[in-house]
Nanobody, 117 residues
Framework: VQLVESGGDLVQPGGSLWLSCVASGFTFSRYVMTWYRQAPGKERELVAA????????NYADSVKGRFTISRDNAQNTVYLQMNSLEPEDTAVYYC???????????WGQGTQVTVSS
């Protein structure tokens, strides 16, 4: 099983980034996918989640209206479009998969997003 994130970078405040997470080794289309982030000295927090079919999404209040989660089950990929980035968005962003029974879950290795002028 693998979750491989990419797209993290250094960006100026107000800028945009597009994160991707490619999954392999499990039936991606049956899993709820979630983006989490962890800033230095802080706990890991949920950023955005999407159901297995993509029909429902959920966002942290701090990113509503700025971030969009989406998925392509044919490509085994989940995305996070991030707009109007703020320094407070600086963190390592992790991809997470949770299976239909809730008993199996997987994490990616993370990708660094730094928002700074």
């Amino acid at each position: 099983v693998q979750l491989v994130e990419s797209g993290g970078d250094l960006v100026q405040p107000g800028g945009s980034l597009w994160l991707s997470c490619v999954a392999s080794g499990f039936t991606f289309s049956r899993y709820v996918m979630t983006w989490y982030r962890q800033a230095p000295g802080k706990e890991r927090e949920l950023v955005a989640a999407i159901t297995s079919t993509g029909g429902r999404t959920n966002y942290a209040d701090s990113v509503k209206g700025r971030f969009t989660i989406s998925r392509d089950n044919a490509q085994n990929t989940v995305y996070l479009q991030m707009n109007s980035l703020e320094p407070e968005d600086t963190a390592v962003y992790y991809c997470h998969a949770r299976g239909p029974t809730g008993t199996d879950d997987y994490w990616g290795q993370g990708t660094q997003v730094t928002v700074s002028s």
